[in-house]
Every structure is written in C-alpha cells, then in structure tokens.
C-alpha cells in the first residue's frame, strides 16, 4: 500500500487542478479552497465551493427541486472527475463517492483507486 499511497501523494497538486476544472466546467466557477488527504487506495478531497446564484434562489421557495439538481450534477461531477484522473494521470478509479452541503458549500469527495 506504500507504493500507492507515495503515488498519490505526487499527484495531489494534479488532482486539485482536475477537480478545479471539473468544478469550473460544471458550475461555471471554481472552489473557494480545497484540501487533499491520502490513505492507503483513497484520495479524501474536502473543498469549499460558491453556491450557483441560481440554485441559490430557488431553494427557498423550491428546495426539493435544488436537491434534485444537486444531485444530478454530483453524478454528472463524478463520471467527468472520473474519466480525466484516468486519462490525465493514467490511475484506474474504482469508485467516487462525494457530498456536498448548500447551506456551508462544503463538500468532500472520496475517490477509491484500483490497487
């Protein structure tokens, strides 16, 4: 698992970049900060985000519709994040999993990495 663990570890600079852009790409904006942690096979990323102006308005008078969205675009971030870590840095993911909290614009992702 050293090994693993060593290779992340030099390409934590590489994801930052590939999850800003994803964020760009999606949302329109990029993260307000971001925070890389590596374990063993998994990449733990907590960033703080800015709320989409829009997603913003309407989730006062229709909250169950932002949920949604938030959502649908998690997946959409999940499949794109995945597809570039593979083909930049050429690491095979097993699995993404992420969250993100509207009310703080939290989020942390957990990428789980083929060993």
Request: aromatic share 10%; charged share 25%; glycine share 2%.
């Amino acid at each position: 698992m050293t090994v693993i663990t060593s290779k992340f570890h030099q390409s934590k600079k590489d994801l930052a970049f590939l999850y800003n852009r994803v964020n760009q790409e999606i949302y329109g904006t990029g993260v307000k900060k971001q925070r890389i942690e590596t374990f063993d096979d998994r990449v733990i990323i907590f960033a703080q985000h800015k709320r989409v102006q829009a997603l913003q308005m309407l989730s006062q008078n229709f909250h169950h519709l932002t949920i949604s969205v938030d959502s649908a675009l998690i997946v959409e971030f999940k499949s794109l994040f995945k597809g570039l870590i593979e083909d930049a840095l050429h690491l095979k993911v097993k699995t993404i999993l992420k969250d993100y909290d509207p009310a703080t614009e939290e989020a942390c992702t957990i990428i789980y990495f083929e060993e």
